[in-house]
């Protein structure tokens, strides 16, 4: 892919976005991981308007074929984001995508150089570290996207135009799930990068910070209060099965464990489709059956999810009250399928239940329901987020390259505001008390 440049009368772009750009946006993926590999593949289905120009990834390999697949050379490729941060600015905007413990020093570096950011949510792993980002956005006039994906779903675009004609009348509560699935919860959060608060972030933050900003968005008014309760139920050594021992291949329990390493990965490996993608983060892409084994012999993912170090809870119930009075109870828990979100909304004149892809509208007048599929293409809402990765990518991509600073939904007032209700859910969860905002 060709490299884009550029001279004194072409400058990198600013936050002045109201006037379209003449040749395409040049990016930078810090954090060549699933997700910012996943932004790369979107924006580079746009070549006219975008192109990956550099790349700052730690792991060789993954930096070596990420960069092999979008043409960048030696000199554009960085051990990790503090050696692109020493030089001066080389692209438009930075993709951040880094480790959550790294996300406001690498973001408040980045913005300072003058890079427009795209950063993977959280926003960071602390309220302290998402004003600090606040702060360097605002004085360099960034054009920030925190990458709540779930705002920019044609879902839930045509959730909240129906709720904007009046399809239910006005929101008096809402119910809301999100089934996190047993595979998911133990690969991830059991196993995996995100399984202890100090080297991630509380699950409420790292996985379901995009629930509470999209019921924000939702209901369109501030929280007022909130309260929470949850903890770690069930992955615990005390609840270890008789005769579990430390790593799932050496355990003669391997066939009747529900989460037993072994059968997890190997079958996705086999099988294909979604599970196929952990299998895939276990051995670092190496598809086959002896680097799965091999990872589950030594690695974080052959663990047993009796005998980790985890310490994230695993289920958590959280309340909200609005200004205006409207209400939201959210649940997520790892107790379920691999399945989309829940969500009922009551109204004034009617029922909105929804599933991620179908809405069904309940009118109390006629006695009717509506359906509408919002994804007629068939595809699951598990793909790409239900196409909220595309979604936020090409709103992106168009808010900088097309002068539409409007198309940016998740911006730094929003997702600063819906940031600070999940850290003060997490207060009420810890203290047992409600906490005002």
């Known amino acids: 892919m060709t490299i884009v440049t550029t001279t004194a009368a072409e400058p990198f772009i600013t ?73 001066p600015r080389m692209a438009d905007v930075a993709v951040v995508a880094v480790q959550d413990l790294d996300h406001k020093d690498a973001a408040v570096a980045l913005a300072d150089l003058g890079y427009q950011l795209l950063l993977e949510k959280p926003m960071a792993t602390s309220e302290a570290d998402c004003e600090a980002i606040a702060d360097a956005v605002r004085r360099n006039r960034t054009a920030l996207a ?150 589950l012999a030594d690695g974080p993912y052959g663990r047993c999810v009796y005998h980790s170090d985890n310490d994230v809870v695993d289920h958590q119930v959280v309340n909200l009250e609005f200004d205006g009075g409207t209400t939201a109870a959210f649940t997520l828990t790892a107790f379920t399928p691999l399945e989309n979100r829940r969500t009922k909304i009551f109204g004034t004149r009617g029922q909105l239940t929804g599933d991620g892809r179908h809405l069904e509208v309940y009118d109390f007048r006629t006695e009717r329901t509506t359906v509408i599929d919002t994804d007629l293409d068939g595809s699951s809402a598990a793909d790409g987020h239900a196409g909220g990765d595309a979604g936020l990518v090409n709103a992106y991509i168009d808010a900088l390259h097309g002068g539409r600073p409007d198309l940016i939904v998740s911006g730094i007032d929003a997702s600063l505001m819906s940031h600070r209700v999940v850290f003060a859910a997490e207060r009420a969860r810890r203290t047992g008390e409600v906490v005002p905002l």
Not at 34 to 62: F, M, N
Not at 163 to 181: K, R, T, Y
Request: aromatic letters at 8%.
């Open 146 to 295: 925190i990458a709540h994906v779930m705002r920019y779903t044609p879902y839930t675009v045509a959730l909240k135009q129906l709720l904007a004609h009046g399809a239910i009348g006005d929101i008096v509560s809402i119910q809301h799930l999100e089934p996190i699935g047993y595979y998911h919860f133990v690969h991830s959060f059991v196993r995996g990068s995100w399984r202890r608060e100090d080297e991630s972030a509380f699950l409420l933050l790292a996985k379901s910070c995009h629930d509470i900003d999209w019921l924000c968005d939702i209901v369109g008014q501030p929280v007022r209060r909130v309260s929470s309760f949850g903890s770690l139920t069930h992955f615990t050594s005390s609840n270890a099965p008789a005769g579990a021992t430390d790593r799932c291949l050496t355990c003669p329990l391997t066939k009747t464990c529900v989460y037993a390493a072994p059968r997890m990965y190997l079958d996705g490996l086999r099988h294909g489709g979604a599970k196929q993608y952990y299998a895939s983060v276990v051995t670092a892409g190496e598809l086959t059956e002896d680097a799965v084994t091999a990872a």
């Open 15 to 87: 936050g002045e976005l109201r006037v379209p750009m003449t040749r395409p946006l040049s990016l930078v993926i810090v954090g060549a991981g699933a997700r910012g590999s996943a932004y790369a593949a979107l924006a580079a289905r746009r070549p006219d308007q975008a192109r990956v120009t550099a790349v700052a990834e730690p792991r060789i390999r993954v930096r070596t074929t990420f960069a092999d697949r979008y043409g960048i050379p030696d000199a554009r490729q960085f051990d990790n984001w503090r050696d692109l941060a020493q030089l």
